[in-house]
Every structure is written in structure tokens, then in C-alpha cells.
């Protein structure tokens, strides 16, 4: 398997006032196309820093970066929102969706951005809703979801673009642990089920346990690099705890399209 | 073109979803467009007034007046001798080529009875050219003739007023009235014109031949038979009003015998440039109105620019958000330039309904003329696009150059 993210000697620094601080000290890894990967360090190990540039909104000082194949290291800020755009689907851990507006229309956002006719916009939003178990909740406002739907609405509209590579900023960090494992859950079944590559950043044990692979920052450096050969089956975890409300909702955890991106 | 289609609706979306916020930045477009509307139509109205004044004096007069002589060093005011008569009149009209008509006219008070009805007024001694000349019409009967001039008919011509102090609601065609202890038969009514640009009811009048007049009514001069109050004239178009007023005044030293160096002894007047005067002040308020009212909406479009910047802060998250989908910055920039040219352009169109009835409220309720132009509502329209843009276009640039990191985690 070829490396969707190839990192060499990454280094970045920022200027706080006089001194630089180096928040990233020459990193250097890959992360092969299908694997599961979560990222641990505590907090100022540069774990966000890495993020944001993994996640094409911030450029290295130094070092190169190379996702599917482009060198993102020097683009102009359109280039790199053509990525994002592309190739890329974000998860944060406050949802960041878009409030007084439904569900569907949340998802459809990053279609927004591309040449996509309405009726298209629509039809990929729904498909991605219903891979999240989310199909029956399209018209329903954030404010009319729970936590843990509205992280579902967040990861449909993630996958909404068809992305080779989602990234995901502490996930669960906002969720009761139930809820953790229902996007566990859905992050392994996309993963194994359509081949998406998942980086999930988090500081909680637990949430890593489900990765195939874990890499320890600190200080900026990467620490440890962990190959797990039996990561934990969140959707088993899941009915082992009960579900409360059913799960979600509708056909769990269907594949959702098979057209994946060529490229 | 596709792109700006999107951004409208992403904006429009935003409009909608914020409803109370848009409707209270519009209140100053609105408000703002509204006053220009309406003020613009006052003065408007203002200055279209004076002008339907000045047209009801009638085109192109220019006013000849009997004028002051010196006699060992006594000088007489203007008309304090009876300097002009007929004559003139009738060798003006001859002989000046800029010159369409003249009418000779005499004029004084007059207590008329009719019945048990009195009124006093003006009594005017003309002929049937002042008609012509004051674009006078009938309402009711005829005026009088040339021949009823050199008759001395009887008759008399009433001013709206007049005939409603006299008559009430009865047509006074045909009836007799009585002016100073003489008896006239009434052959008209004229159409009403209201007040003249200097206030005069310019419908309290009765016009009688000016042989009657002299004769019968206002007294013969003693000096002068043929004396005339004043001769109206009017020049065959407004731009031989100074042609018309050189040649009357050549061919009136002429008529007089006054020798270079000498005084005239009669005055000229042209009327159209007195009200020019009153109309171009008018014009000057119109403007300041309107100037005053563009302030407002300057003012409503700093309101939007404030909204924007307090929407554009408030929506930081969702701006970082957009730009870490796949938004570009010009997408972000275009989104919110599209909002508020949209604020400013809805609250337009309020504005201009909302001013229109304004100006229809005003002319309703304190009875003062306004007119609409087509010209202030497409500029007031166009001035509110160019508010959205300009005072737009800083928050929207503030909110595209925003940091996707520090937008995604501002708080």
C-alpha cells in the first residue's frame, strides 16, 4: 500500500514576541491509505500544530509534507483549500455545525465549495447521512439533536466529498463515553468498510485502543510509534454496553457509495 | 457567475437565519432611502409649485409702468404720472418685431353689489389680448370683445371670488351686478388661478373694457385721456424677453421725446426673471433637503458595516469552518459582500415604497405638492447597492483573511 501522508523532517516554529518557539522538531513518518491511526501526546506535545498541517490550514516552517501524491509544502491559501476541499474531511471535537439549519443542509456545506449541481448536493448529503445512521433526522436542527448525533451529522458531513483521508480533532473529547464508542464505531466501519484513512487525534487511552496504529507525541517529537494488532471492535463494545435509545437509528453503518476517488 | 449564484444563496441563507438582526440593519437603509425619497419630492414639489405659479402669471410678460419724471427737481414716483397710454400700447405692438402682444390695463378698488350681496375688489380695465396674454380661460360665458372695447359695452368679466362672494353657487352669467352706482351685465366667469408667486389672490378680480373702465368706473385722468395704468406685454418667446425690452424702450424715448442723458420716464419689468429668482432658491432647498436626507443614508449604511462586523465576529467558528471545508477566501469574501449589498438593496426597495408613501402622506395630510421622481428612486435604489458594496466590502475582507485555526477555535 502506497503512503497517503508522507511526512520528512517536518519542523515549525512560531514567534511568540522575540523568541521562536519550535512547537514541531523534525518529524518524520507515513501513514499508509486504509490504516487507522490515532495520534496521542499531552497537551503543547504539538499534536494540534500537527493537525492543522496534515490538514493543509497551516505550511510548515520547514521540511516536507506530501499528501496523495502533492507536496503541499509551499501552496498559495486557494491551493490549499482546493485540498481541503478534495481530498480532506474534518471532525472536530465541538461539532462546528452551523446553527438554525438542518442536519442536511450542514452536510451539503463542503458541496458548497465545489461545482455540484443542488439536486447532487442533496442526493450525496442523504447518502452520507444514512452511512451515519442519521437518515430519519435530515430536517432536525443541531439543537434539536444530541451530542452524539450532532458528531454524526459532523462525520456525514466529513465524508460528504468522498475525502481519502479524515481527520479527526479529539472526536469524543465533547461525548459521554457511550456516544464515544457509537463514533468509534462509525469511524471503524468506514475505515474498514470503505478503505477511508482515519487519523483521529485524542489524549484518552481508550478512544486509541480502537486504532490499528498509535503515535505518541511529546515535546514535539514523535515519541513512539505503536503498531496495534488487535485493535478493539468498537461496534462489539457498543452492543456489550447496551444501547439506550436503540442505537442509531435505521440500518446501521451501511457502505456508502462505492465510487471511490481514482486518484 | 455560477460561483456568485452560490454565494447568494449561502447569503441569503445566512439572512434568513438571522431574520430580527437583518431587519433591524435594514431599518437604517430603509429609513435612509425613505427620507431621500421624500425630501427629494418636497422640494420637488416645491420648486414645480412655483414654477405652475409662474405660469399662471402667463410666458414671457414683461410689465411696462408709467414711470417718475423730474419737474424742477421734484421727482414723482413710478406711475405718479400718467405717462403711458394706449397709444404705447398699440405703437409697441406695431412696431416692436420681438414683441407678440400688448395689453394696456387700468386698474382700482371697487365696492360691487349684487342684490344683497357686496364685495370689494379690483376692478382691471383690459382688452380681450390680456386674455391671450395671462393664458386666461373661461369657465363659464365669454370674454368681451374688441368691438365691446371700443363700444364701452357694459360688461364685466368676474375672477373666481368675486363671483362665489357674489353669487354663491349660482351662475352669474347673464346677471347684473352693480359698480359704483353703474350696472353691468355679467358676460363670464374666468377659470381659477390661484395665488400668484407673490401671494396675491390673483381670482379676486373683475375684468371690465378699459374704455368702460376709464369712463364709467376708475375716472378719466384729467391730464392724460388715454393714460393707462401699466401695458403688459409679451415677447414672442423667452429668449426675445431683453430684445423686446430694448426695443420698447427705444421706441418708447422716441414716443416721449426724451433726450439722451434724460431719464425715462416710464419703468420695465420683466416678470419671468423675478420668479426665476424665487424658483432657483426653491431649487437650492430641494438640494439641501436632499443632501440632508443622503446623510442618513450614509449613516444606515455604517449600520450595516457595524452589523457586519459584529456578524462577522460572531460567526467566527462558522467562517473557520467554511474555510477548513473548502471554502476559498473569495468565496468568504463574496458570501458576506453578498449579504450586506443584499441588506442595502432590500432595505432600498422598502425605502423607496416606504418614502413614496411618505411624500403621498405629506401632499395628503399638510396639503404640500411633492413629486416623485423616476430620477430619485432609480438614484436612491442605486446609491443604497453602492452602500452595501462600499460599506460592506471591510467586513467581508476581515472575515476572508480570517485564520482557519484561530477562527476554528475562537470562542
Known amino acids: 500500500m502506497a503512503a497517503i501522508i508522507n ?83 474534518f471532525v472536530f471535537q465541538q461539532f462546528n455545525l452551523l446553527a438554525r439549519t438542518s442536519a442536511v443542509e450542514n452536510v451539503e456545506l463542503p458541496l458548497l465549495y465545489t461545482d ?18 442519521l437518515a430519519g433526522r435530515a430536517d432536525h436542527q443541531p439543537s434539536q439533536l444530541s451530542g452524539g448525533q450532532q458528531q454524526r451529522v459532523a462525520i456525514a458531513r466529513a465524508l460528504v466529498n468522498d475525502p481519502g483521508i479524515i481527520l479527526a480533532d479529539e472526536p469524543t473529547g465533547a461525548l459521554d463515553s457511550r456516544m464515544g464508542l ?20 485524542t489524549h484518552d487511552p481508550e478512544i486509541a485502543a480502537y486504532s490499528s496504529r498509535t503515535l505518541h507525541f511529546k515535546d514535539g517529537r514523535l515519541q513512539k510509534d ?28 451501511q457502505p456508502v457509495s462505492e465510487a471511490r476517488r481514482a486518484s | 457567475m455560477k460561483k456568485l449564484l452560490t454565494s447568494s444563496r449561502i447569503a441569503l441563507r445566512a439572512l434568513q437565519v438571522n431574520r430580527t438582526r437583518s431587519a433591524l440593519t435594514m431599518l437604517g437603509i430603509i429609513i435612509g432611502v425613505a427620507a431621500v425619497i421624500a425630501m427629494v419630492g418636497v422640494g420637488a414639489g416645491a420648486t414645480e409649485r412655483i414654477q405652475a405659479q409662474i405660469q399662471s402669471i402667463g410666458s414671457n410678460l414683461i410689465i411696462v409702468l408709467p414711470g417718475s419724471i423730474s419737474s424742477n427737481g421734484v421727482r414723482l414716483g413710478s406711475g405718479g404720472v400718467a405717462t403711458l397710454t394706449t397709444d404705447d400700447a398699440k405703437a409697441i405692438a406695431d412696431e416692436c418685431p420681438s414683441v407678440a402682444l400688448t395689453a394696456p390695463t387700468v386698474r382700482g378698488g371697487a365696492q360691487v353689489v349684487y342684490g344683497s350681496n357686496n364685495w370689494a375688489t379690483v376692478v382691471q380695465g383690459v382688452t380681450p ?19 365691446d372695447v371700443d363700444a364701452s359695452a357694459k360688461l364685466a368679466v368676474l375672477g373666481q371670488t368675486v363671483a362665489d ?43 371690465l373694457p378699459i374704455s368702460t373702465a376709464t369712463q364709467k368706473v376708475l375716472g378719466v385722468n384729467k391730464a392724460n385721456a388715454k393714460a393707462v395704468g401699466s401695458v403688459m406685454v409679451q415677447a414672442i418667446n423667452p429668449q426675445a424677453i431683453d430684445q423686446a425690452i430694448q426695443e420698447m424702450d427705444a421706441l418708447l424715448r422716441e414716443r416721449h421725446r426724451i433726450l439722451p442723458g434724460l431719464d425715462d420716464d416710464f419703468s420695465v419689468r420683466n416678470l419671468t426673471e423675478v420668479f426665476a429668482a424665487q424658483e432657483s432658491s426653491a431649487q437650492v432647498m430641494a438640494v439641501l433637503l436632499g443632501a440632508i436626507a443622503s446623510v442618513s443614508l450614509i449613516v444606515g449604511g455604517i449600520g450595516i458595516m457595524n452589523i457586519m462586523l459584529v456578524s462577522v465576529t460572531e460567526r467566527t467558528r462558522e467562517i473557520g469552518l467554511r474555510l477548513a471545508v473548502g471554502a476559498k477566501r473569495r468565496d468568504i469574501l463574496s458570501q458576506f459582500l453578498v449579504e450586506a449589498v443584499t441588506l442595502s438593496l432590500l432595505g432600498g426597495v422598502i425605502g423607496i415604497l416606504v418614502g413614496v408613501a411618505t411624500s ?8 404640500w405638492s411633492t413629486d416623485i421622481g423616476v430620477f430619485a428612486v432609480v438614484v436612491s435604489f442605486l446609491f443604497s447597492a453602492l452602500v452595501g458594496v462600499f460599506f460592506g466590502y471591510y467586513p467581508a475582507r476581515t472575515a476572508a483573511f480570517l485564520n482557519p485555526i484561530e477562527a476554528l477555535r475562537y470562542e
Not at chain 1, 500544530?49 to 509534507?65: A, E, K, Q, R
Not at chain 1, 455540484?116 to 445512521?133: C, D, F, H, Q, S
Not at chain 2, 389680448?129 to 368691438?147: C, H, N
Not at chain 2, 403621498?360 to 396639503?367: E, L, Q, R, T
Open chain 1, 7 to 89: 511526512v520528512q523532517n517536518l519542523v515549525k516554529d512560531f514567534r511568540l514576541g522575540e523568541v521562536p518557539v519550535h512547537v514541531l522538531k523534525s518529524i518524520s513518518f507515513e501513514i499508509e491509505r486504509g490504516d487507522f491511526v490515532a495520534i496521542m501526546g499531552p497537551s503543547g506535545s504539538g499534536k494540534s500544530t500537527l493537525m492543522n498541517i496534515l490538514g493543509c490550514l497551516d505550511i510548515p516552517t520547514s521540511g516536507s509534507y506530501t499528501l496523495d501524491g502533492i507536496s503541499v509544502g509551499r501552496l498559495e491559501s486557494d491551493e490549499l483549500a482546493e485540498i481541503r476541499s478534495r481530498k480532506i474531511g
Open chain 1, 116 to 133: 455540484t449541481p443542488a439536486n447532487v448536493r442533496r442526493e450525496r448529503a442523504m447518502k452520507a447521512l444514512l452511512a451515519v445512521g
Open chain 1, 182 to 201: 457509537e463514533i468509534m464505531a462509525i469511524f471503524q466501519q468506514l475505515n474498514r468498510g470503505k478503505g477511508i484513512t482515519l487519523v483521529v487525534v
Open chain 1, 226 to 253: 505503536e503498531r496495534i494488532e488487535q485493535p478493539r471492535d468498537a461496534a462489539a463494545d457498543l452492543r456489550a454496553v447496551g444501547s439506550e435509545d436503540g442505537g442509531p437509528e435505521g440500518p446501521p453503518l
Open chain 2, 129 to 147: 389680448d390680456y386674455m391671450t396674454l395671462r393664458d386666461y380661460t373661461m369657465l363659464s360665458g365669454q370674454f368681451f370683445t374688441t368691438q
Open chain 2, 165 to 207: 362672494n357674489l353669487f354663491g353657487d349660482n351662475d352669474p352669467t347673464g346677471q347684473v351686478i352693480i359698480i359704483k352706482n353703474v350696472p353691468f351685465t355679467v358676460a363670464g366667469v374666468l377659470t381659477p388661478k390661484g395665488q400668484s408667486p407673490t401671494g396675491q389672490d390673483q381670482d379676486d378680480v373683475i375684468l
Open chain 2, 360 to 367: 403621498f402622506s405629506i401632499s395628503y395630510f399638510a396639503d
